[in-house]
């Protein structure tokens, strides 16, 4: 079971060049400040139109509150910047985070990152394909996303998803899951209970 101290102990990234190696709370923080640089002009999709880097900060907090490992959570910081840097005049790559962060984070990020040069279909089959098989610290930060994007569904769904829509994203969200559950029990729980109540609003609006 993943250590709920993880966050407060010993250094987890060393740097190239860097000795000794960095504080995981200093990494996590440096983590949270590249996501907000690179995210600085995206917006989510909802009618709310958070600033995007909200998401990412609320995927690092559900890891870090159910005692996922630091690189878990920097990952879960940096899960969205190559993805969704593709039209930037600038777009992120995954070296860029292997320089910054080292290979064990790139590594997570290259896993729950989607090819946007497939189809969305597609895409969204591989994500169910290729969720057992992650490692264990990649399924944990999917699921931390798929919990944030199921409360988001509830509180500002994209706009003009119908009833339809969004309950097939629910749906595919569950199937995704099943595939990352089994390592972080407290994420597995909060993952039911957030599926369960975004299934019972969208049947009470139905």
Do not use: C
Request: glycine share 6%; aromatic share 4%.
């Amino acid at each position: 079971m993943p250590n709920p101290d993880a966050m407060t102990v010993a250094p987890i990234v060393s740097l190239a060049g860097q000795a000794p190696a960095e504080p995981a709370l200093a990494t996590i923080l440096r983590a949270a400040s590249f996501a907000a640089r690179v995210h600085a002009t995206h917006r989510r999709k909802g009618a709310a139109a958070e600033p995007y880097v909200n998401h990412v900060l609320e995927v690092a907090e559900i890891l870090a509150a159910a005692g996922a490992p630091p690189a878990a959570i920097v990952a879960g910081l940096l899960h969205d910047t190559v993805e969704d840097s593709d039209a930037d005049p600038v777009p992120t790559t995954l070296a860029d985070l292997d320089a910054a962060f080292g290979a064990e984070v790139a590594g997570i990020v290259a896993e729950v990152s989607d090819d946007k040069s497939l189809p969305k279909e597609v895409r969204k089959g591989l994500q169910i394909r290729h969720a057992a098989g992650a490692s264990e610290a990649a399924k944990q930060v999917k699921l931390a996303d798929k919990i944030a994007n199921l409360r988001t569904m509830r509180s500002s769904p994209p706009i003009g998803w119908d009833h339809a829509r969004r309950l097939e994203y629910v749906g595919w969200a569950g199937r995704v899951a099943a595939g990352a559950k089994g390592v972080n029990p407290a994420l597995d729980v909060l993952f039911d209970e957030t599926y369960r109540h975004a299934v019972t609003r969208l049947a009470e609006e139905a």
